[in-house]
Antibody
Framework: EVQLVESGGGFVQPGGSLRLSCAAS????????MDWVRQAPGKGLVWVAR????????SYADSVKGRFTISRDNTKNTLFLQMNSLRAEDTAVYYC?????????WGQGTLVTVSS | DIVMTQSPDSLAVSVGERATINCKSS????????????LAWYQQKPGQPPKLLIS???TRESGVPDRFSGSGSGTDFTLTISSLQAEDVAVYYC?????????FGQGTRLEIK
C-alpha cells in the first residue's frame, strides 16, 4: 500500500524557517517524481515544487522560488521541503504527492501557520 | 501559465440526478505527439486530501465508480456524475499537468439539493 506521511509543520513567525518531511513507503520511491502542493485554509490547491526521481532536476512556483528548496533522500525514501523567509501567505496545509504525470497519491498533509 | 477555469463555482443537485462540471484551459493541453489530453479531475471531501478520479481527461482510476466520467479535448473538458449519490458531496478540481507550473481550477463545490 502506498503511504505518504508528512511531518514538520507548525507555527512560525514571519521571516522564519521550517523543514517539512514526507516519508514514503509501499512503492519504489526512487522511481518517481515527487511534488509538494499546498492549500490555504478554505482555499484551492496550489502547486509548489517538483523534484525528479534522481534529484537532479527541480521546478518551483514563482511564489516560492528563491525561498523554498525541494530535496530528497532516496536511501531513506524521504522528500523534503525547506521553507525560508516565510510569509503569512504561506500559511497552508502542505501535501506531498507522488507524480505519475498526474497526482496519483497524496499524503494527509501537514499544517504550516505563519503568524506574529 | 495555463489558467484553468471551472464552472459553476457551486452546484446543488438532487440524489439520482446528473451533475456536470466544466473546466476550460487558457491553452490546449492536448499533446499532439501522442494525442493525449494532460487533464485530471480530483475529488476532495472535507478534512481529506484530494483523490484522483480521472486522468488523461477520460480515464477513470481503479476503484472509482462508473457514474463518474470525463470528456473533452484541447481546452474544454467536462466531469459528469450520472446519478448523484450522497457520498459524492465534495469539492471537485480540474488540473492540467501539460507543463509546469502545474495549475488547478478554482474548484466546484457540489452539494445535495
Amino acid at each position: 500500500e502506498v503511504q505518504l506521511v508528512e511531518s514538520g509543520g507548525g507555527f512560525v513567525q514571519p521571516g522564519g524557517s521550517l523543514r517539512l518531511s514526507c516519508a514514503a513507503s509501499g512503492f519504489s520511491f526512487s522511481s518517481y517524481w515527487m511534488d509538494w502542493v499546498r492549500q490555504a485554509p478554505g482555499k484551492g490547491l496550489v502547486w509548489v515544487a517538483r523534484m525528479n526521481s534522481d534529484g537532479s532536476s527541480t521546478s518551483y512556483a514563482d511564489s516560492v522560488k528563491g525561498r523554498f528548496t525541494i530535496s530528497r533522500d532516496n536511501t531513506k525514501n524521504t522528500l523534503f521541503l525547506q521553507m525560508n523567509s516565510l510569509r503569512a501567505e504561506d500559511t497552508a496545509v502542505y501535501y506531498c504527492v507522488r507524480v505519475n504525470y498526474c497526482f496519483e497519491y497524496w499524503g494527509q498533509g501537514t499544517l504550516v501557520t505563519v503568524s506574529s | 501559465d495555463i489558467v484553468m477555469t471551472q464552472s459553476p463555482d457551486s452546484l446543488a443537485v438532487s440524489v439520482g440526478e446528473r451533475a456536470t462540471i466544466n473546466c476550460k484551459s487558457s491553452q490546449s493541453v492536448l499533446y499532439s505527439s501522442n494525442s493525449r489530453n494532460f487533464l485530471a479531475w480530483y475529488q476532495q471531501k472535507p478534512g481529506q486530501p484530494p483523490k484522483l478520479l480521472i486522468s488523461w481527461a477520460s480515464t477513470r482510476e481503479s476503484g472509482v465508480p462508473d457514474r463518474f466520467s470525463g470528456s473533452g479535448s484541447g481546452t474544454d473538458f467536462t466531469l459528469t456524475i450520472s446519478s448523484l449519490q450522497a457520498e459524492d458531496v465534495a469539492v471537485y478540481y480540474c488540473q492540467q499537468y501539460y507543463t509546469t507550473p502545474i495549475t488547478f481550477g478554482q474548484g466546484t463545490r457540489l452539494e445535495i439539493k
